[in-house]
């Protein structure tokens, strides 16, 4: 197995369920841009994450709303806040670190919510067989250049995946990534 892939730099960003939404603004959000995920769009509602430490401002709300509250940040990120949250695959919040989120309207505390996301390639289920690969299975991202060396990311398929490598700013920093940047998934782990 040996397949390209294109790099996607993730910011830090949050989820909302609907009923926390509400608790942050009084008016609804506005599509501001396609993502590449099927369905997935960024949001003209901007946060402000308050952590023991410091602020982060301007941290983009993604759509759609969701069934669980969940904010991605960096390691970077997290040293400003002063939090320490886990690394982990989205949705995967037991345990995690705490978070206050500041809306237009008022704040929300935001308990078992924020994580550092674990770096994962979308794809859809087709392209389990194209790449002959399983769900959730743990595969290398050679990176050569400059700053050459491997990743290790899990994959993350769903019907209308679109085959893209998600890494956070940090991540792509010490690697010197940019985004749509084409690297090769192998299978000599």
């Known amino acids: 197995m040996e397949f390209k892939v294109q790099v996607g730099i993730s910011n830090h960003h949050l989820h909302l369920t609907r009923e926390v939404y509400d608790q942050l603004f009084d008016d609804e959000p ?6 590449k995920q099927t369905g997935e769009y960024a949001t003209d509602k901007l946060v402000i994450l308050k952590g023991p430490k410091g602020n982060i ?5 993604l759509g759609p ?11 970077s ?3 400003i806040l ?7 695959k989205s949705g995967d919040l037991a345990g995690s670190e705490s978070i206050t989120v500041i809306g237009d309207k008022g704040e929300v505390t935001l308990n078992e919510a924020c994580i550092m996301a674990q770096c994962h390639i979308h794809m859809s289920l ?3 067989e194209k790449y002959h690969v399983k769900n959730d299975q743990v595969v290398r991202v050679r990176i050569n250049g400059e700053r050459e060396g491997d990743m290790f990311a899990h994959i993350k398929a769903t019907e209308k995946g679109i085959l893209e490598f998600h890494v956070d ?3 792509a920093n010490a690697f010197l990534l940019q985004n ?3 690297l090769t998934v192998v299978d000599d782990l």
């Open 30 to 35: 506005n599509k501001v841009k396609d993502l």
């Open 180 to 182: 749509n940047e084409e």
């Open 65 to 75: 709303f969701r069934a669980y509250n969940q904010v991605e940040i960096s390691a």
């Open 82 to 88: 002063g939090v320490n949250p886990p690394v982990r």
């Open 57 to 61: 401002e301007r941290v983009r709300l």
């Open 169 to 171: 700013r940090d991540e």
């Open 126 to 128: 087709s392209d389990l």
């Open 77 to 79: 990120d997290a040293f």
